[in-house]
């Protein structure tokens, strides 16, 4: 176990929706980054957030956005969903290090479906 | 630019047998690499990762990895194949600012007993 957790761990919407996702990174990991991984496929880059601001995004809309607390816990949200959002989200927590060079634990993730 | 190509699907191997999961990748610096394993319904766990120290990287339960720099590769192996080595593999290459990970497609391995 990573010591990461996320809820739900299901959940359905539907187009137009707006969804909540929720992380809770290890004890003392102050970065955490959010992938979308679509079925078949390898997880894909939403964002990083380092001591409470973004830290770096990929190729995501700004629909999609977080938040990171003090307490080590992180949210995801995606707004007016769309069909091609339904995906394994999945969150990495990590300790500052060298860049690039820092190990990304991950939780078990959200499996998310539109209808 | 950063990415990562997984050279196989699907892997199918008997029980006992060795293990061989292929992964080139391209970078314009010195990257790190990473293999992770995906078991159903579970999250991601890391087996092993490159960062420019020892290019022969030992990992867990049996697996390790060779950097090899002229060949841009950083494949998979393991001497002896178990049933509960069937899941999805993932290459993974760093990039060096921002902590975003790059996956490859992914290589399934099945285990025959």
């Known amino acids: 176990e990573t010591g990461v957790t996320q809820s739900p761990t299901h959940l359905i919407k539907t187009r137009g929706q707006q969804v909540t996702l929720r992380c809770s990174s290890q004890s003392g990991h102050n970065t955490v980054s959010w992938y979308q991984q679509a079925l078949g496929q390898g997880p894909q880059f939403i964002f990083q957030y380092y001591r409470e601001e973004e830290n770096g995004r990929g190729n995501f809309p700004p629909r999609f956005s977080g938040l990171q607390f003090p307490n080590y816990s992180s949210e995801l949200n995606v707004n007016a969903l769309e069909l091609d959002d339904s995906a394994l989200y999945l969150c990495?927590?990590?300790?500052?290090?060298?860049?690039?060079?820092?190990?990304?634990?991950f939780g078990p993730g959200t499996r998310l479906l539109v209808l | 630019a950063q990415s990562v190509t997984q050279l196989d699907s699907h892997v199918s191997v008997s029980e006992g047998t060795p293990v061989l999961l292929r992964c080139n990748y391209s970078?314009?610096?010195?990257?790190?690499l990473f293999w992770y394993v995906q078991h159903p319904n579970k999250g991601l766990q890391l087996l092993l990762k490159y960062t420019s120290a020892a290019t022969l990287v030992k990992g867990i339960n049996g697996f390790e990895a060779e950097f090899k720099k002229s060949e841009t590769s950083f494949h998979l192996t393991k001497p002896s194949a178990h049933m509960s080595d069937a899941a999805e593999y993932f290459c993974?290459?760093?990039?060096?600012?921002?902590?975003?990970?790059?996956f490859g497609q992914g290589t399934e391995l099945s285990v025959k007993p």
């Open positions: 970078s314009s610096y010195s990257p790190s």
């Open positions: 993974v290459v760093s990039r060096n600012q921002g902590g975003k990970l790059i």
């Open positions: 990495a927590s990590s300790l500052p290090g060298l860049a690039g060079k820092e190990t990304q634990y």
